[in-house]
């Protein structure tokens, strides 16, 4: 079963990196929202388990997207990456799903 | 009054321990060789903390010090171009020579003694490749937590003399403006000390937030009584002061950190 991810940030280039970086893993499919309106489309369109609220993104934005997460799927989990690269990126994702490996 | 001499010491005492709790300073040991390793040939590396595929849900920071990196990379070899968000990032060189370019028009050469941060913010790319084709670079590279989130990007580098900081430890990172070493956007400070044999001093933390994260870069060393050996790293917490022994000569780095992340 696939582990769907959806990343919030502003900064187009550390959007390709972080998508590439998650959607090259077996069994994880990513989708990149630019603004606040892609964001919430996308968690309308597709079951997700995990926000990732990358930078640029401020603190309203981030209340959004946790308040909407909440009324669509409570067990969706709504985090921050900090990095912007493949340093963090997999311990967060673990750490947030309780993955064991 | 021998007895009320007794008697005024167990409510003296009583008060104390209802009033004033104690603090019993804690310590977390990271032994050298049970760094999380990665050999890619062009790059040997050592995680201190879970970091890219090394992944161990017991060592994921030390309060707001996220990443650890003891990296040797081979000459001429390096990071290409990649990008950066939301993490003060420290390259310490320890031997060889680092070429450093980024998308803030920076291009750099680190070098021993120098050290580099870089506030990453809103967003940077940069790029890190060994200086030299025929020796190795060996760094350390450590994150930590911004204070503030997306701020705008920065980069810092200043040269430090090796001889201030023989016997004593000299200070490298500084949250304070116009401070003795590099500015970083959280509440941290960093020393290094090059310690001669029976060396001893304490070190005072300088926040009742903070802890410390020790990690030994040579040599033999009793940190808050525990002894280490090169490349081990201790954390110690929950304790306004520790002491430092140099059992040979020995260099040592402190990073005095939040144990939370704002």
């Known amino acids: 079963m696939k582990l769907h991810i959806l990343v919030v940030g502003r900064n187009p280039q550390i959007m390709e990196t972080v998508l590439r970086l998650i959607n090259a893993q077996e069994n994880w499919e990513a989708f990149g929202a630019l603004t606040d309106e892609d964001g919430w489309q996308l968690i309308q369109q597709h079951p997700m388990d995990l926000v990732l609220i990358g930078g640029g993104v401020d603190e309203h934005s981030e209340q959004f997207f946790s308040t909407a997460c909440e009324e669509i799927n409570p067990a969706i989990r709504v985090i921050r990456h900090y990095g912007g690269g493949s340093g963090l990126l997999f311990t967060e994702i673990k750490e947030a799903m309780n993955l064991k490996n | 009054m021998y007895v009320s001499l007794l008697a005024c010491l167990r409510i003296y005492l009583g008060r104390d321990n209802t009033k004033v709790p104690v603090k019993t300073m804690k310590t977390t040991l990271y032994k050298a060789n049970t760094r999380g390793h990665a050999n890619h040939g062009w790059l040997d590396t050592n995680h201190t903390f879970s970091f890219a595929h090394y992944y161990d849900p017991n060592r994921i ?110 200070q490298i990172v500084s949250p304070t403006p116009g401070d003795e070493g590099v500015w970083i ?69 402190l990073i005095d950190i939040p144990m939370e992340i704002s």
């Not at chain 2, 913010?121 to 937590?145: A, C, M, P, R």
């Not at chain 2, 030994?216 to 306004?240: F, S, Y």
């Open chain 2, 185 to 253: 956007n959280q509440d941290a400070w960093f020393y290094l000390g090059n310690l001669k044999k029976s060396f001893q001093t304490e070190y005072a933390i300088h926040r009742k937030e903070n802890g410390v994260f020790a990690f030994v870069l040579n040599g033999d060393v009793t940190l808050a009584g525990q002894k280490l050996n090169p490349r081990d790293g201790l954390g110690i917490w929950d304790t306004e002061k520790f002491s430092v022994v140099a059992n040979t000569d020995a260099e040592v780095l």
């Open chain 2, 61 to 170: 920071h030390f309060g707001a010090l996220r990443v650890l990196n003891d990296d040797v990379v081979d000459g001429g070899k390096g990071f290409g171009t990649h990008p950066h968000d939301n993490m003060e990032i420290i390259s310490i060189p320890l031997s060889g020579d680092l070429e450093h370019k980024d998308s803030m028009g920076t291009t750099a050469v680190i070098r021993q003694n120098d050290i580099q941060i870089m506030s990453a913010g809103t967003g940077v790319q940069h790029s890190e490749y060994n200086k030299n084709k025929d020796k190795k670079v060996n760094f350390l590279q450590i994150w930590v937590f911004p204070k503030v989130r997306d701020i705008k990007p920065r980069y810092e580098q200043k040269v430090f003399k090796p001889e201030d900081r023989v016997n004593k430890l000299q």
